[in-house]
């Protein structure tokens, strides 16, 4: 008799930058009753200091990204502050054939173009405490040129706007208890 695996649970969890995804996926992927995989983003965007090509993003050229647009290889991809993310197909795929629950953190145009591929995909947002937290977290990276801020938290603010077409909304005001109530749900959901 074979053993037949059980496909994992495609999860978007997504929400504004700033808002703290990275953070919680993380606590997430400590819990390891929850079967987690990382799908790992495609970026044409240069590494952040202590971020790693193929760990944090897969850094491609932007006539590479193209070329898999092209191919049908991105099951989502967006343009964002001049830069191209997405999601390679195939990967995904692959982890949910081995019976792991993916985990896509991206933002919410990507998590849209996925909702309407994968319906049965678990939809997450997480919401910050409030706008003026969110715009101190954006400004505390100390990353990014002011109009690269003003850029995101605008976009920040549309994004909110769409949380109701997510399943589950959760605050991230306490990045342990936020990791709690999305562990919860993700058992309640396999």
Known sequence: MVDVVKKG???????????GKGTVRQEL?????????YSISM?????RPAE???????????????????N????????????YYGTPKFYVEKLLDEGKNVV???????????????????TIFLVPPSFEELERRIRGRRTEAEDVVR??????????????????VVENDDVLAAKE???KIIKENS
């Open 52 to 70: 790693t090509d193929g760990v944090d993003y897969f850094f491609v050229s932007e006539e590479e990204f193209k070329q898999r647009i092209e």
């Open 72 to 83: 049908n290889e991105l099951l989502e991809y967006a343009q964002f502050v001049g830069n």
């Open 29 to 37: 992927f400590k819990d390891e009753s929850l079967n987690l995989a």
């Open 181 to 183: 109530h999305i562990a």
């Open 43 to 47: 970026t044409t965007r240069k590494p």
């Open 9 to 19: 649970l495609l999860i978007i969890l997504s929400g504004p930058s700033g808002v």
């Open 104 to 122: 896509l953190e991206i933002e919410v145009q990507g998590a849209l173009q996925v909702m309407a591929r994968c319906p049965d995909a678990l």
């Open 151 to 168: 850029e995101r938290l605008d976009k920040a603010s549309k994004e909110i706007a769409t949380k109701d077409e997510y399943k589950y």
